[in-house]
């Protein structure tokens, strides 16, 4: 019992003492997002029920770019020939501190909020990844940043980007090549997680790419020597490359999707499809590897006696990480410290983690040191990069679900949808307004960032890996 009274009294005397360690601007952010906090959250719960995929995300777009506007924000929709990606900006002048929100869901993953799986619809779309928390925050943070310039208080440009489709075709690829980023000079991002951390790790560079296989077709019984089988092709083209997983670097990955195979067992297919995806920590050690997979492709073609065709997609870089951003950030983790959570909250994520096969340790609220090395990437990739190679760019994971949930999957989606989501959105957002005081306040840290950025890059000239307009009728 005496635990039970002494640990909000603890708290209390944290929360004083954190209190006196911020500035005014830093309490007036926090305040404003107090402030619209129902608001935010219903916003996140709005696009966690439209759960839109790919390049079709028009609802979840709207009601973020409309509540910006709301608030007082100037709105641009349709920006980089996207009709669901969109700008809002407020200010003037330097420095222009820019935020991303995603918003996109993922096939095949619908779920109520339960802990044991059980769709709304099944095979309907689900927010997997977290991406309704992740607009919804990002959003809370610019507007807590505009009502600061609004009253006097900062000067300079919010910018707050709303970037569709990034778990396929990655948008954000197309918008740095409108030149969306060209006017900032810090971008800020999040990610839903299962740990609060200042994000200093890479991710994976990738490069999406469309075999298409096309033969004769004939009856399969009455005379298949009259077929050319692209099934055929496509079946000795995984095999090849499964075969050369063998003999590529430990730190690549080569994965597909088989999206048309045939139709009928009694018809000899004219034409197959797959889509295939290569990672790798480095686009020099990735491209090789891509070079020699799109070459097995005409070998398979050949042995099958039938043609193909090799499409790009997208591809985007590795992220380029910024220690001195990620110390201003980590500072700001810091002062705000961990998650609490309910006994409810605990149970939840405990239930979570028994029904995905994990240990029933619960959620993980601490705050991580910051890494003092830099280790291997996670497996994860993310067209976030691409902006980070274009302006400084400082990135941040807060937990919202429990410690080693499968992401990507249904797990995700029920905490999404509930408090244990709910409260990671709105420390994220009080996080990424905070540091983003810090830039507005202190021109010394956005030199310092920026001059980061400078000597990582180096001379390396950024080229985006896409060819053509965004394929947005094509999902």
């Known amino acids: 019992m005496k635990k039970v009274l ?32 129902e608001n935010l959250i219903a916003l996140s719960d709005s696009i966690w029920s439209y759960a839109e995929i790919a390049f079709q995300e028009s609802k979840s777009a709207e009601v973020l770019a409309s509540y910006a506007e709301k608030n007082g924000m ?17 200010g003037s002048g330097k420095p222009v501190i820019s935020i991303l929100g995603e918003f996109d869901a993922l096939p095949g993953l619908s779920q109520k909020t339960e802990p044991t799986k059980n769709p709304i ?31 006097g208080q900062l000067k300079g440009t919010v910018k707050f980007l709303g970037t569709p489709a990034e778990e396929k075709f990655f948008a954000k690829v197309w918008m740095v090549e409108a030149g969306l980023w060209d006017d900032v000079d810090v971008n800020i991002s999040w990610h839903p997680s299962s740990k609060i951390e200042s994000d200093v790790q890479s991710s994976l560079s990738l490069i999406d790419f469309i075999v298409e296989f096309y033969g004769q077709a004939a009856h399969a019984s009455g005379d298949p020597w009259n077929g050319r089988s692209a099934s055929d092709a496509l079946e000795l083209y995984t095999t090849g490359i ?35 995806r290569v990672r790798d920590p480095k686009r020099k050690v990735m491209f090789p590897t891509y070079e020699h997979v799109k070459k097995m492709a005409e070998g398979a073609a050949i042995m099958a006696n039938v043609d193909y065709k090799i499409s790009l997609v997208s591809g985007i870089y590795e992220m380029l990480v910024n220690r001195a951003g990620g110390e201003i950030l980590q500072k700001n983790l ?29 959620m993980d609220s601490s705050i991580k040191p910051l890494l003092e090395t830099e280790e291997l990437p996670g497996g994860g990739s993310t067209d976030v990069a691409d902006v980070s190679w274009n302006v400084p760019n400082i990135n941040l994971s807060v937990t919202t679900a429990p410690k080693d949930t499968p992401w990507h999957s249904w797990a995700v989606v029920a905490c999404g949808g509930m408090s244990i989501g709910h409260k990671g959105l709105v420390y994220a957002s009080k996080a990424m307004a905070m540091t983003m005081v810090d830039l507005f306040e202190n021109p010394k840290l956005v030199e310092k960032v920026k001059e980061e950025f400078k000597t990582r890059k180096g001379e390396e000239k950024y080229e985006a890996m896409i060819d053509g307009p965004p394929p947005i009728g094509n999902n």
Not at 123 to 148: D, M, R, V, Y
Request: proline share 5%; charged share 15%; glycine share 10%.
């Open 74 to 90: 100037k709105v641009v929709r349709g920006v980089a020939n996207i009709p669901t990606a969109f700008t809002a900006t407020y």
């Open 6 to 37: 002494l640990l909000p009294l603890a708290l209390l005397v944290v929360t004083a003492t954190f209190s006196q360690k911020m500035g005014k601007n830093k309490k007036a952010v926090i305040a404003s997002v107090e402030n619209h906090k």
């Open 334 to 362: 810091e002062l705000l410290g961990p998650i609490t959570y309910t006994e409810q909250e605990v149970a939840f994520g405990m239930k979570i983690q028994n029904a995905t096969g994990k240990p029933e340790i619960g």
């Open 121 to 151: 619809n099944i095979g309907a779309p689900g927010h997997g990844c977290g991406h309704n928390l992740f607009g919804a925050a990002s959003l809370g943070a610019a507007i807590a940043i505009k009502e600061q310039i609004e009253s």
């Open 242 to 276: 499964n075969y050369y997983r063998e003999h590529i670097r430990p730190t690549s990955r080569i994965h597909y999707h088989i999206q048309d195979g045939g139709q009928v067992v009694n018809v000899v297919p004219d034409y197959a499809k797959l889509w295939v």
